[in-house]
């Protein structure tokens, strides 16, 4: 009797049920099933989420995510670093782990200046590599890591960071070493291209939101397109603040990278809610600092050391909608979103621009529960 007067109240109605009790709304529990329509969704990992270590996180991972990047493991410091000293397991493992439960694989990268040891840039007489040497160690390099998992890691980071805020490379020791930004790149994505064919090769680089930036890596796809190279994406890294960038200049990055004919990617996501210590601080690793000795700066820079109140937490929650909205409305031309870290507790911004602060950057928290911020997303594709 009671379904009758139900069917008949909604026919009156027009069927207007109250929004929060649409079944699909309340069947998303999980970011992969929200955004299934719009991109993947992805995380950064680590040996101990790899090995179910740290089981909990491991789970939230499989949950939640359908695409993983190492967060160390395949860089060249740890993968190589010495000549001839390899240790490819915890890559290996990383790699076995995407595979066995399906996830898209990223492969994290294969040419930066950071975590890329010295002997990269040296000959066997100690000096410094002559073009055509460095050209051989780039080689060998992509050959021996790419080619390893050729087939297995579904795109690769094969270019970071080599592009100044202004457009311009930057003098990396890369860079330095091959003589110029162009001829690095080029080679290393043909050689991407030669070892890994059936994978897709991005650029990936912070501050991409800049216009100065934005057009230097609108010249290097071009560039590259012109020669017959193949470039497949460019991956935009969010290490991003509660007030940073804003909308325009994140949606015209995304469009000029689209323009390209390039997938676009927003990588590495996290939202700082700490004061800067100095405004010029970028998300380049080198600009690390330590903390102040002067106790009331320390205090100032580092100011939710034992939790973090209700009123950030509500414009953190806010800030990742309004980035998601940003992320959802542009959808036709973002393949992915990656998130730098699952918990609070594990991000590197805890540590960085100052080393051993309290920091707060992503959906969930140190006890692992569900922050305001992850509702916040998973309901953004229902609005
Ligand atoms: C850069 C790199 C990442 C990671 C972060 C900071 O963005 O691409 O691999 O090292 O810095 O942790």
Redesign the pocket.
Known sequence: MKLLYFILACFLTGCTAPKHSHPTRQAVLTLKDAYKNAFLIGT?INPSIVSGDNQAVQEIVLKQFNCITP??VM?AAVINPQPNVFNFKPADDFVAFGEQHHLFIIG??LV?H??CPAWFFTNADGKPNSKQEQIERLRQHIQTVAGRYAGRVNGW?VV??VIDDDGNYRQTSWVKAMGDGDTLVSYAFRFAAQYAPNTELYY?D?NTWKPGKRAGIVRMIKTLQQQGIRIDGVGM?G?WGLTYPDKENIEASIDAFAGCGVKVMI??LDVDVLPKPDERIT?D?AMAVGQSQDTARKALLDPYRQELPENVQAQLAKRYADLFSIFYSRRDKLARVTF?GVHDGMS?KNN?PVRGRTNYPLLWDRQLQPKPAFKAVLSVPAQ
């Open positions: 950064a967060e160390n860089k994290h990268t930066w950071n975590q980071d970071n960071e990936n912070f890294q290490h990588t590495e998300a690793p730098w590197w960085f």
